[in-house]
């Protein structure tokens, strides 16, 4: 899917359609790491009508913030740097407890050879790009000068001397390096640093669209959270499913067997631990005035059973 396309999933006639309620619009990350998402809502026909849109985390926040979508997955950053009009969605996440295998700094050398020396970073998300900052600043101790890039790494390397890689991009990296270059795991690197898991994206409603529509915020959450239950009960179909998926791009189809692995790494939940992370992640952006400070408590995992309010102040803080 290119970004623009919406794709109808579930039923045609539902009782929303005949009282004429739209569907909900949904984001769709249109890298591998949704790939079983896509395949469990396409396989249980998803509990609730929805129209999903694909495209690149970055894309998909501009759509959602301008109204064209009601609830998407964004990075981790844009949704903390956008709070005030973002209501946190439970249940269903894009994260690791350790290596990710798709969000890397590459290097052609030791990561402390980088001071004062040239990082290109993706301008494809902005998640990986601040974990790079705060990872080279604050553990390795290094001050590289940063450039902003369009993602393409022959491009970034030819005048950088390192790069952030997220995506499709980077998992091929990671299986085929070429011969000169060092890939660090960014996941693995936070896990080792902070002892926490690492969230890269979540899934965001815009705040008026919750306040409207309660319901159907649901219905999409459990949607979404049946998605992930089935697609992990049947890892070998995903994995096919997504091979053939992955043929479609510039480097050709990925192994089975390494999408099974990465599959089996990705951590698509937002329990305590994980709120524990945003929060910590949070904080140590906050400090650099990267996000705005003052990240009140983020919603438990049930939010979507509770009320919303229509602003941070009418609940104390911000979401």
């Known amino acids: 899917m290119t970004p623009g396309r919406t794709v109808a999933l579930g039923p045609r006639a539902t009782a929303a359609e005949s009282r004429g309620r739209p569907p909900a619009r949904l984001g769709d990350i249109s890298f591998l790491n949704c790939a079983p998402l896509r395949w469990g809502l396409a396989d249980s026909g998803a509990r609730a009508e929805l129209e999903v849109c694909s ?18 997955p964004v990075s981790l950053a844009r949704y903390l740097g956008q709070a005030d009009e973002l209501v946190l969605l439970p249940g269903p996440a894009i994260g690791s407890d350790g290596p990710v295998h798709s969000c890397h700094l590459v290097s052609r050398g030791p990561l402390e050879e980088l001071d004062g020396r ?16 705060l990872l080279l600043e604050d553990l390795v101790g290094v001050r590289p000068v940063y450039r902003r890039a369009s993602q393409n790494v022959g491009e970034m390397l030819g005048s950088a001397d390192a790069a952030v890689v997220i995506g499709d991009d980077a998992l091929r990296l990671r299986t085929e390096t070429p011969r000169g270059l060092r890939v660090w795991d960014t996941g693995e690197l936070w896990r080792n640093w902070t002892g926490l898991p690492m969230v890269f994206a979540v899934w965001a409603v815009r705040r008026d669209y919750a306040l409207a529509h309660p319901d159907r915020v649901r219905a999409v959450r459990d949607a979404l959270t049946d998605a ?17 998926e992955s043929a479609r791009g510039p480097g050709g189809a990925l192994p089975e067997e390494v999408l099974l692995d990465y599959f089996r790494v990705l951590d698509y939940s937002l329990g305590e631990r994980q709120l524990a992370s945003v929060r910590e992640f949070a904080r140590r952006t906050g400090a650099r005035g990267a996000v705005p400070r003052g990240i009140g408590p983020l919603p438990p995992p049930t939010f979507a059973d509770t009320p919303v309010t229509a602003s941070p102040s009418a609940s104390g803080g911000r979401q």
């Open 228 to 244: 992930v239950r089935r697609a992990r009960a049947d890892p070998a179909a995903v994995a096919a499913s997504a091979a053939v």
């Open 118 to 133: 040239v990082v290109a970073l993706s301008d494809v998300s902005r998640t990986t790009a601040l974990l790079a900052r």
């Open 55 to 72: 495209g690149s985390p970055e894309w998909l926040a501009d759509e959602l913030l301008a109204g064209r979508l009601d609830i998407s």
